[in-house]
């Protein structure tokens, strides 16, 4: 049994992405890893918090930081946005010792300490570094039947150079969806950007962005997209439609998240990894494999 | 050095633009480059020559998607997305936040939810930024939100901490803003 401090963030645990949040709690348990949710833990800030008081973010962050050390767990979370935020957090106050003293004394109103020894992880890198490819594999029951997955990393997982796989040319996902049995494609755009969160200030730029991105995963012959972030998946499949009424296309790509599909390969139930809260049906196309 | 650029460098993640020379691998690496007022080389050798009102009135900064392609690639290790959230951060000090985009609204929206309650419920943060913008745009949103709905993927409650911890986060942060942010 493997044991991980777990921070769903925002996204999956009360918001548009709670499959994601139901469909890594059931992989993980037939991994025979525990994910225990961090107590009381508050939203990361976002990459909006740090555009509005750079010191008053950091300060939310490394709360998290500090109830995780305490409980001697890694931190674990499944969405890129708090974990580029939680481990810039943790980077900035040991490169910083200005920012250190001000984030201490700060913590210290609220009676916490931090002492910098909390590590971040994202699931992705858990699942890919910690279990392992093999192991994953040993547990698939259904044959995906070569489906054709486009492999979508996003950005924040792999930037900035956080370590666990390269930060333009990543592999970790195409190897986890090639150990389940499906085939993933090539995918040249498969670390650049799906707009993030200016998909609601400036939408019609990012719409332009999501356009790439399904252009690219669909003209390279993919079945369905993974995701490892929340709003990846919100951008890829809530706008997908908006995208086709605006490029006048005709996309039809179901938007997964990676758990999903482990859970699918696994022989989880549908409803116990969310996939009736996909907005592009993935049913037809995981209908050879259910 | 400019008091400007002296302003930025004493922000975490500011400092980079010393280090900067202008190859603009930034700009070429940027997504949104080509709608930014001035690009992201621009604004470093406009901050470095004093230029405070053009660098923190403009755009530019708030078109950054946070991608990071741009802090991979500087040959001169420069986290060029962190110094555009220290820019934004400015901006929002001075009061010169640009007005042709709605960023800066939308991350304030967000940011009051962090701030007051501990977590962002989806819901109420897009209206508080429909209301503080154009309440007329969220008509547009209307399919959207239903299809969210329908798909179960639309919580009207909102997450809160027990109150101890709640209350832990606000004093917290409460005394990180008497602390008188970064610089």
């Known amino acids: ?31 025979d ?84 020894t909390a590590r971040v992880r994202h699931l992705l890198d858990v699942f890919a570094n910690d279990i392992g490819y093999d192991e994953i594999a040993s547990k698939v029951k259904r044959d995906l039947g070569r489906l054709k997955v486009a492999p979508y990393y996003g950005c924040q997982v792999v930037r900035p150079q ?36 200016l998909i609601i200030s400036e939408e019609d730029l990012a719409l332009g962005l999501i356009h790439k991105l399904l252009d690219s995963a669909s003209s390279n012959g993919a079945e369905c997209i993974v995701t490892v972030c929340p709003l990846c998946q919100t951008n890829l499949d809530v706008y997908q439609g908006r995208v086709n009424k605006k490029f006048k296309a005709n996309f039809n790509l179901p938007v997964l998240f990676f758990t999903q599909l482990i859970g699918v390969a696994f022989g989880i139930d549908s409803r116990a990894l969310g996939l009736e809260k996909c907005i592009v049906s993935p049913e037809e196309v995981l209908a050879r494999c259910l | 050095m400019e008091k400007f650029a002296e302003e930025i460098c004493a922000i975490p993640g500011g400092e980079g633009i010393r280090l900067c020379i202008q190859c603009g691998t930034c700009t070429a690496s940027c997504p949104n480059a080509n709608r930014m007022d001035h690009t992201p080389r621009e604004l470093i050798a406009m901050a470095r020559a004093g230029m ?71 819901i109420g943060f897009m209206t508080w930024f429909y209301l503080l913008t154009n309440p007329l745009r969220a008509l547009r949103m209307i399919p959207l939100a239903l299809s969210l709905l329908k798909h179960g993927r639309m919580s009207v409650k909102a997450r809160r901490l027990r109150p101890e911890g709640e209350r832990q986060l606000r004093t917290i942060l409460e005394r990180a803003q008497l602390l008188g942010g970064m610089s």
């Open chain 2, 52 to 122: 405070r009102e053009e660098v923190l009135s403009s755009n530019s900064m708030w078109l950054c998607l946070s991608c990071y392609l741009c802090t991979v690639r500087c040959p001169r290790g420069i986290k060029q997305t962190d110094l555009m959230h220290v820019l934004e951060c400015l901006a929002v000090r001075h009061r010169l936040s640009n007005v042709r985009t709605r960023t800066p609204v939308m991350h304030r929206s967000f940011t009051d939810f962090v701030y007051s309650i501990g977590s962002v419920p989806e």
């Open chain 1, 162 to 197: 956080l370590g666990f796989d390269h930060p333009e040319s990543p592999q970790s996902l195409d190897r986890l969806v090639e150990s389940l049995g499906a085939k993933a494609t090539p995918f040249p755009l498969k670390a650049r950007c799906c707009g993030g969160s």
């Open chain 1, 1 to 31: 049994m493997r044991y991980y401090a777990y921070f769903p963030g925002c996204s999956a645990s009360h918001g548009s992405a709670k499959a994601y949040d139901r469909s890594a709690q059931a992989v993980a348990k037939a991994l």
């Open chain 1, 33 to 116: 890893v525990e994910l225990i949710e961090l107590e009381d833990w508050n939203c990361c800030g976002s990459t909006p918090s740090t555009s509005v008081d750079e010191l008053t973010s950091f300060c939310a962050s490394a709360r998290n930081l500090a109830l995780a050390e305490k409980r001697g767990l890694d931190l674990v979370t499944p969405c890129s946005a708090c974990y580029v935020i939680l481990s810039r957090t943790n980077s900035s106050l040991k490169e910083y010792p200005g920012l250190r003293a001000k984030v201490d004394e700060a913590l210290a109103a609220g009676d916490l300490e931090y002492h910098r």
